[in-house]
């Protein structure tokens, strides 16, 4: 399946609140998308440059770039440390084996993970676009980032929301602390075996090695390069 159909030619627009809304891999897009379904953004086709309308409601996907007659709305972006966004993704990939060895060195694998990463990345860019790399560099100012690190005062902080039934009923606590933290079953041992703290993954090569490709993302998310070793 070419999942560049499924998650990057599909956008979130509300032309009644005047929002785009851009969810990055790892970045609980899922809940976002949950919670914006509770307010009047449809799906829209992305196709060279332009969108169509395709159906009323929300769609969960990534899709990074912007659109001919863009400049008319305003931006939310779902956002979260690149180290801890990557760091999620090991623990995901980790997360649906059964077994586990005695001699299981949780740095050394996500080394190799990482680096596995990067270096089909790097091999991509050779003849294609890559949108894992294309967040940083979308040239719009963003309105609204809505930060895991900071997830309900920053959902709260959009005018729309906090004033919102959903907000206001306990509806938008209940569905972020139900999601948050639970995509990953750390009932499997090999879970329970790697560290909850994420900066516990990095090293001064993994960190240095994944910052020099996505330092973009840092940048324009606001994430200092050494965040990994506080």
């Known amino acids: 399946m070419d999942t560049s159909k499924l998650y990057f030619e599909t956008h979130t627009i509300s032309d009644v609140l005047g929002f785009i809304l851009i969810t990055p891999p790892s970045t609980a897009s899922r809940t976002a998308h949950e919670i914006f379904s509770y307010f009047p953004f449809d ?55 059964n077994q586990v060895q005695s001699s299981l060195n949780f740095k050394d694998h996500f080394t190799d993970f990482i680096f596995t990463i990067t270096s089909d990345i790097k091999n991509k860019l050779k003849d294609t676009f890559n949108p894992e790399l294309c967040w940083g560099d979308i040239d719009k100012e963003i309105t609204y980032k809505i930060r895991v690190e900071n997830i309900s005062e920053d959902y709260k902080n959009i005018p729309f929301i906090k004033e919102s039934e959903l907000n206001l009923s306990g509806k938008l606590d209940e569905i972020l602390n139900r999601k948050i933290g639970n995509r990953i079953d750390s009932s499997q041992p090999i879970v329970r075996k790697f560290p909850s703290d994420w900066r516990e993954y990095w090293s001064d090569e993994s960190a240095e090695n994944f910052y020099s490709l996505f330092h973009r993302n840092f940048e324009r998310w606001g994430y200092d390069k050494d965040s990994w070793k506080k």
């Open 43 to 97: 799906t829209y086709d992305y196709k060279n440059g332009k969108v169509f309308y395709k159906k009323q409601g929300v769609t969960h996907a990534h899709t990074p770039y912007l659109f001919e007659g863009h400049e008319k709305y305003k931006l939310i972006l779902t956002t979260r440390n690149p180290y801890a966004q990557y760091s999620s993704r090991f623990m995901g990939f980790y997360s649906s084996m």
